[in-house]
């Protein structure tokens, strides 16, 4: 894939578990916010920041959900909208383990797909460590419409390609200030 990217960073959750802005935690001595820009960065020419708070000492674009309350899905959309690239990678700011070499790999797994998403050994996928097409604006919109929020539930309606991935160690979640620690 010889096309540029667009890197889309979600750091727009309620952070309700963790009783602030996790986006703004320090994880190894970084902000979590930035940490998820340092992975994306060298291999993408732009980012967007989704969030629906101010996030202090942030270069880029912040962009606030088109509809509230509605979860990831509004993030996804909103970012979409704005993006100008074709290919568009999602990285959740509270996902502090995984690796550009491992978002590498999914970019080889794109070709003709309108999404991938790894898929972890117990079965789950990660709708938000993954890249889409932004030719799926339409579909997310209808989704959005119909109050169909749940980004799983958008997959059967989209070209997606899933990736198997053998450590899931690398998307643990940070949600609580114990994951911190």
């Known amino acids: 894939m010889n096309n540029k990217l667009t890197g889309i960073v979600i750091a727009g959750g309620k952070s309700s578990r963790m009783g602030q802005n996790k986006a ?3 994880f190894n001595g970084k902000r979590l916010i930035d940490n998820a ?4 960065r060298p291999i993408v020419d732009t980012i967007f920041v ?3 708070e101010l ?5 880029y674009p912040l962009l ?7 979860g990831p899905i509004s993030g996804l959309y909103s970012c979409l909208v704005e993006s100008k690239t074709e290919y568009n990678i999602i990285i959740p700011c509270d996902v ?6 491992f978002y590498l790999e999914l970019i080889k797994q794109f070709n003709g797909y309108d999404a991938v998403i790894p898929k972890l ?3 789950k996928i990660e709708p938000l460590v993954a890249i889409y097409s932004k030719s799926i604006l339409k579909v997310v919109h209808e989704q959005i419409q119909a109050k169909n929020y749940k980004l799983v539930n958008l997959f059967s309606l989209i070209k997606v390609k899933y990736v198997d991935v053998n450590d899931s160690s690398m998307f643990k979640n940070v949600n609580k200030p114990t994951d911190i620690e």
């Open 64 to 70: 606030k959900d088109k509809y509230q309350n509605i």
């Open 96 to 101: 502090p383990l995984v690796t550009t070499q």
């Open 50 to 52: 989704s969030s629906n």
């Open 24 to 26: 703004l935690m320090n």
């Open 37 to 40: 820009i340092d992975i994306i």
């Open 55 to 59: 996030l202090s000492n942030i270069e």
């Open 121 to 123: 050994p117990n079965g």
